[in-house]
């Protein structure tokens, strides 16, 4: 093996680099409407916020979290982020009321929404 390794670097050497041009390729970039993020949520003690961690973001830039409250039918945009985790602060809706939020991801690039939506996840407010 190390017999062909070295006549590989020779002829590589002797190609000045093409070959390795040839053989080195670039990723194709991922088809939008595969990518799904993946959600995971922390709720704090006390405070009335939780913290969201999102995975599989590929190339987007920014992403929402969007709540929706029990009885709801509509998603509210709760907080945009652009790291891998971001704090939410949400006001509870009875005060001194711990609260069960419907959570889920919109991943964004060039402000536009780009592939699907996560699954949704519950996270529990306390105050």
Same mark, same amino acid.
């Given at each position: 093996m190390k017999n062909f390794t070295d006549r590989f670097v020779k002829l590589a050497a002797a190609l000045g680099g093409a070959l390795l041009d040839i053989l080195v390729t670039p990723n194709d970039p991922p088809d939008p409407a595969t990518v799904k993020p993946t959600v995971e949520g922390f709720a704090a003690g006390t405070?009335?916020?939780?913290?969201?961690?999102?995975?599989?973001?590929?190339?987007?830039?920014? /992403?929402?979290? +969007?709540?929706?409250?029990?009885?709801?039918?509509?998603?509210?945009?709760?907080?945009?982020?652009?790291?891998?985790? +971001?704090?939410? /602060?949400?006001?509870?809706?009875?005060?001194?009321v711990p609260e069960v939020l419907q959570v889920r991801i919109q991943l964004e690039k060039n402000n536009l929404e780009y592939g699907m939506l996560s699954d949704t996840i519950f996270i529990t407010i306390n105050p």
């Open positions: 405070g009335s916020h939780s913290s969201v961690v999102v995975g599989n973001r590929q190339q987007a830039a920014t /992403f929402d979290v +969007l709540i929706r409250r029990k009885g709801e039918t509509n998603w509210t945009v709760a907080k945009t982020g652009s790291g891998k985790s +971001l704090d939410v /602060f949400v006001a509870l809706t009875t005060p001194g």
